[in-house]
Nanobody
Framework: QVQLVESGGALVQAGGSLRLSCTASGRTFSSYSMGWFRQAPGKEREFVATINRSGLSTYYADSVKGRFTISRDNAKNAMYLQMNSLKPEDTAVYYC?????????????????WGQGTQVTVSS
């Protein structure tokens, strides 16, 4: 089993940057594909970015492509989301998730473990 804890959420002005972190318990972090999802008030949870086990393959939602960067450090059991050029529409609770499936995963149903989320608020 994997336990995930997100951190780094904050209130930031539009155009600013944040770096989210996700730390995982256990010794098998490198066995999981990882992803970031977000959920805004009144909306469904949506895919943001995913990274494969080695960290060599990444994919992004069109809405964040070119602004967000997902990465991982398997030695530290950690995953990151660097968010630049933030917009008010990026405001949401951000969740990290771990998937036992091979390769990057886009659907929330492919993920086995979830963190509790961290709030990101972007003011205009």
């Amino acid at each position: 089993q994997v336990q995930l804890v997100e951190s780094g959420g904050a209130l930031v002005q539009a155009g600013g940057s944040l770096r989210l972190s996700c730390t995982a318990s256990g010794r098998t972090f490198s066995s999981y594909s990882m992803g970031w999802f977000r959920q805004a008030p009144g909306k469904e949870r949506e895919f943001v970015a995913t990274i494969n086990r080695s960290g060599l393959s990444t994919y992004y939602a069109d809405s964040v492509k070119g602004r967000f960067t997902i990465s991982r450090d398997n030695a530290k059991n950690a995953m990151y989301l660097q968010m630049n050029s933030l917009k008010p529409e990026d405001t949401a609770v951000y969740y990290c998730a771990a998937s036992a499936y091979f390769g990057p995963r886009y659907s929330s149903t492919d993920y086995n473990y979830w963190g509790q989320g961290t709030q990101v608020t972007v003011s205009s």
